[in-house]
């Protein structure tokens, strides 16, 4: 058996790309979508993406605002589920049809879906915060952050 990669700490080598991530972060953070749905769409791409530092996160980070067990764990069969809206359903089905664009453009009917469900301003910051958690999960998984030790945070 191999040994798991070291941890690479990209953020001190390169501040700058890191400033910039966190920027977008906090853009994204402080829009309009409600923190449920936020931690909801950053588990599930973080799920399809097999990044257990981000899962670990924010699954903890979830738990730590109130979102119930159920719902975290149906959220990788949540299209059988009942216990999401239809609006977080709309974020769901665009959060993996954008996370696994490379197999498939976004269909029509998924971004329409998505678009009736939010204001402009909504579906906007939407799809920044899964361009933005896929860009956090890349940089997790390439530098090996190791799962398991993350605290969460208090509230959005």
């Known amino acids: 058996m191999t040994s798991a990669p070291e941890f690479v700490n990209i953020y001190k080598a390169f501040?700058?790309?890191y400033r910039?991530?966190?920027?977008?972060?906090?853009?994204?953070r402080q829009g309009p979508l409600d923190h449920a749905l936020f931690e909801l769409v950053k588990l599930r791409a973080s799920q399809i993406n097999g990044c257990a530092y981000c899962i670990d996160m924010h699954y903890k980070d979830a738990r730590a605002?109130?979102?119930?067990?159920e719902r975290l764990y149906m959220?990788?069969?949540?299209?059988?589920?009942?216990v999401y809206t239809e609006q977080e359903r709309a974020a769901l089905a665009l959060t993996e049809a954008i996370t696994l664009i490379s197999e498939q453009h976004v269909p029509a009917e998924v971004e329409a879906r998505a678009r009736s469900c939010f204001d402009e301003?909504?579906?906007a910051a939407l799809v920044f915060?899964?361009?933005t958690i896929n860009l956090w999960n890349r940089l997790a998984i390439t530098s090996h952050a190791e799962p398991g030790k993350y605290q969460p945070r208090t509230t959005g």
């Open 65 to 69: 605002a109130g979102e119930t067990e």
């Open 20 to 28: 910039a991530v966190d920027a977008l972060e906090q853009a994204v």
């Open 15 to 17: 501040p700058a790309g």
């Open 121 to 123: 301003e909504s579906y």
């Open 129 to 131: 915060l899964i361009g």
């Open 75 to 82: 959220l990788s069969a949540w299209e059988e589920a009942t």
